[in-house]
């Protein structure tokens, strides 16, 4: 319940804001757990993509954004969990694990973290191994104007037109090595930004 209020009050801001517009939430599997791979250009992203998908999201977000009571409160509730970042944090893989075996979602970033260059990055495997390792699809997503919206070392957000994308189900192929995986999902990323 209290996903689905700040899910709606976070539409109705992006609205308000951004204009914001939605396609393809069709491709979206209406239950079964999947991976929502998107493309990361603003810390506005997991907001855009939690209030844009039909689906309840969870995701990954660094660990030091759990330094603060409140907000780590917050963002639990709505889904996060930590991971520590530059190490393999086998806690949040497995955490990430069982959320898609109990047929929840997953959001990830494939490139791991804000690219500012556009789909520049190269994509991390992490995708490919949970993605082949539990037989779940992958929904790309690629998200337009947040990078305008809230630049990096903004302070402040600029109304700008946002647009999120959603693309038709992956489903992968489990002999394929993950490294490989990652780089289909971003060239189908990189499909619904034309």
Not at 58 to 66: E, G, Q, T, V
Not at 68 to 94: E, Q
Not at 155 to 178: L, T
Request: charged fraction near 20%; charge should be positive; glycine fraction near 8%.
């Amino acid at each position: 319940m209290f996903y689905s209020l700040i899910r709606l009050l976070a539409f109705l801001i992006l609205k308000i804001i951004f204009g914001i517009k939605v396609f393809g939430k069709n491709y979206i599997p209406k239950k079964g757990g999947f991976i929502l791979a998107s493309n990361h250009v603003s810390y506005l992203d997991p907001i855009v993509l939690g209030a844009t998908c039909p689906r309840r999201l969870n995701f990954m977000a660094r660990d030091d954004l759990f330094c603060n009571p409140l907000f780590s409160w917050l963002i639990s509730k709505l889904g996060a969990f930590p991971i520590k970042r530059n190490s393999v944090d086998f806690s949040a893989i497995k955490k990430a694990m069982r959320r898609l075996e109990y047929g929840e979602s997953l959001l990830l970033f494939p490139e791991g973290s804000r690219s500012f260059e556009g789909l520049s990055l190269q994509p991390q495997p992490g995708i490919g191994f949970l993605g082949a390792k539990l037989n779940v699809p992958v929904v790309p997503a690629f998200i337009r104007g947040t990078d305008k919206a809230l630049p990096k070392g903004a302070r402040f957000i600029k109304p700008q037109r946002v647009s999120v994308y959603f693309g038709k189900q992956i489903f992968i192929e489990r002999r394929m090595p993950y490294q490989d995986i990652a780089r289909r999902v971003m060239e189908e990323i990189r499909h619904l930004a034309w």
